[in-house]
């Protein structure tokens, strides 16, 4: 018993690790991928001797190195978790030197679910965790002169070591003095973190839980539409009309929803929306930096032939960690295999006529999408469900495209419209490939239509009560 007490510092210390550890590697895997996405650290001496200077430099440095580990999804969390944990022992100690044992567990573990709560705050920097961890830091070793008039010495001189190095202790961008997690809001950036990836099956995966949020069902559809199949589950997941299909780009909007709003287009074929989505985002993220969107604007660039722009951000890109390699082999010259031929099928969805281009006109762009390229499905899926979504019946009988047969929420729509126009009969629906029993289940869903609600008629039904309202 009297060994357990003697190690229980040790034991303390491993539990309060494991804790941290894993909470942010498996219940709140994606906040800090989330954050090395807005951040950028390169290893160049010119941008460390201009980015690295005055008050607070060596906070900044330290935080901007370590935040790029959070782009590997084990090595985050074990960062967060060390310093945390050292955060929790430094104050012990420092406390043990005025009060008891475990007084000092007591108020060492406040600190430690304090710096915790506060790690999982959104949009929280690891270098105000830095901070916190520099100046206990610098306290204790002020408290280990013997004699008083050395320690108020020690205090003052590394008081001001910690202004110069680490920063002010008390800033108001250092965020909210508490915080606490939204494991929904997680679930979300790990839709957006995958799709950024694309990684369509994870995608799918996450989504599985209906998050009843625009963004969450935004990534289903986008996932979904990727793998050809955004027709037939379109309505097995909430839908918030057309803003579940196109996310508004706004600068008034958050670098999240900017960001997210951009990788529809760009996956469609559209650049000049992607790239405005990525700028905007650029300069709405907290540093003005981030290695995703200067990764989407080199994209952007080589897809639409701005060779010159392209290797601006690449030359940023390659002195990185992570997108260094990716970098290298998009430059000219070095694209090779599958990096040429998947750029090239990205040119051939290019629009060849100039308009103006705005997210919050989707049909104009998707129908230039289409004059550039008819074989472009997945502009051909989003013009259609985008017609749905607003129960614009015409414009999707006219779009929809003559000798395709009707499946899923297509066939439940054209019926609609066949109904609409009193044409429910035999050559009409032979002319869209309409076999009679759906006729049939359209009775059924009007007898007890809550049977029906992953259908185009639920969707309609409720849509077109809520106007009469």
Known sequence: MKDWKRHIGPIASVLAFLAAYGFFQFAYPYHLMRREQMTLFLFDGDYIRQTYRGSGWLARFVCDFLDQ????????????????????????????????????????????????????????????????????????????????????????????FG????????????????????????????LDTEV???NWDKVIKLSEKDLYMTEASYCYNLAHAMKGNLGKALFNHSQKQASSLFIQISNEKSAFSDCLGGEVWFHLGDMTIAEQSAIIALQASPKHTGARYIKRLAQTSLISGEKASAQKYLNLLSKTMFYGKWARRMMTGNQEGTVAKRLESYRSRLAHTDFVHRSNLPRSVLLGLLEADSSNALAW?????????????????????????????????????????????????????IESSAV???????????????????????AMEEDKR
């Open 381 to 433: 899926q989003y013009l259609l469900c985008y017609d749905l979504m607003r129960l614009d019946l015409e414009h999707f009988v006219e779009d929809y495209p003559e000798g395709i047969p009707a499946k899923s929420v297509y066939q439940e729509a054209l019926l609609i419209w066949l109904s609409l126009q009193d044409v429910l009969d035999e050559p009409h629906l032979a002319r869209y490939g």
């Open 440 to 462: 049939d289940r359209m009775g059924r869903f009007f007898r007890n239509p809550s049977a029906f609600r992953d259908s185009y008629w639920y969707y309609y039904l409720n």
């Open 69 to 160: 580990f959070f782009h590997l999804p084990v090595v985050g969390p074990l960062v967060v978790a060390l310093l945390l944990t050292a955060i929790g022992v430094v104050t012990y100690r420092i406390v043990r030197r005025f009060l008891g044992k475990w007084p000092s567990f007591a108020v060492a573990a406040l600190v430690f679910a304090w710096s915790f709560l506060r790690e999982t705050e959104n949009l929280y920097s690891t270098r105000y965790t830095l901070v916190v961890l520099g100046y206990l830091a610098l306290l204790l070793l002020a408290l280990q002169p013997r004699k008083g008039w050395l320690k108020v010495a020690s205090l003052a001189v590394l008081a001001g």
């Open 196 to 198: 950024a990836r694309e």
């Open 163 to 190: 202004v110069w190095s680490l920063g002010s202790p008390v800033q108001q961008y250092y965020g909210k003095p508490w915080g606490y997690p939204i494991l929904s809001y997680d679930q979300v950036i790990g």
